[in-house]
């Protein structure tokens, strides 16, 4: 079967620094991305990692490691406004973006 | 202009109702998705549309028939829903299917209530 495994609730306080884990299994894969989802909202794009490494977008960073089937988001300068669910997606064999199970943030003044 | 419009925001019907949503982009994204997504749970794909034509359905109830009409438009009919069908249906683009088509563009949802 396929799975994104990510951890369900995160807190932090303002200023901080989080990092979202995700480890995945998938029938096939294209790269990592991310999304970022508000209460109420739509998701909305953050990154995306086709190559192992670091990508840096502002105060968001994500990171791949193909060898290990692992990512994970990083948010820097936390702000009251990053309160929101986090999503890992991966891109399978037959074209389907499979989302994984969603962290949420919640971030304390 | 990078929006995916949805109407409409929120839809209440009862089971025996025939309703439409509605989805439309206007960034020449070929590719077009319909996802149904649970209170705290992430988006399930529901259907894909490439080039107007349907080219994933994920098994889906036929209780719900989506439609292109053309490259910009996305539909979703609905008929004899069940409770359980309540959700919040979001649709998306993308360039295409393949490997420009990682970042997906959601437009806001419909939140459906069946009763």
């Known amino acids: 079967g396929q799975s994104l495994e990510q951890p369900s609730e995160v807190t932090a306080v303002e200023g901080a620094i989080v990092q979202i884990n995700c480890t995945y299994q998938?029938?096939?894969?294209?790269?990592l991305s991310w999304y970022q989802q508000h209460d109420g909202g739509a998701p909305t794009f953050l990154s995306y990692?086709?190559?192992?490494g670091l990508e840096e977008t502002g105060r968001f960073s994500s990171f791949l490691s193909r060898s290990d089937s692992y990512g994970y988001l990083l948010l820097q300068e936390l702000q009251m406004k990053d309160s929101a669910s986090y999503f890992c997606?991966?891109?399978?064999?037959?074209?389907?973006?499979?989302f994984g199970t969603g962290t949420r943030l919640q971030v304390f003044p | 202009d990078t929006e995916v419009t949805q109407t409409p925001k929120h839809l209440v019907m009862g089971m025996t109702n025939k309703k439409s949503l509605k989805c439309e982009q206007h960034?020449?994204?070929?590719?077009m998705y319909w996802y149904k997504q649970k209170a705290k749970k992430p988006p399930e794909l529901m259907f894909v549309y490439s080039y107007e034509k349907l080219s994933i359905n994920e098994s889906v109830p036929s209780r719900f028939s989506p439609e292109c009409p053309n490259s910009s438009l996305l539909n979703l009919h609905l008929h004899a829903l069940q409770p359980e069908d309540s959700a919040l249906y979001l649709c998306?683009?993308?360039?295409?299917?393949?490997?420009?088509?990682?970042?997906?563009?959601f437009g806001p949802g419909t939140r459906l209530l069946v009763l």
């Open positions: 997606a991966v891109r399978d064999h037959t074209d389907k973006l499979i």
């Open positions: 998306a683009s993308s360039q295409d299917t393949s490997g420009s088509g990682e970042t997906q563009y």
């Open positions: 998938t029938s096939g894969f294209y790269g």
């Open positions: 990692n086709a190559l192992d």
């Open positions: 960034m020449g994204h070929r590719a």
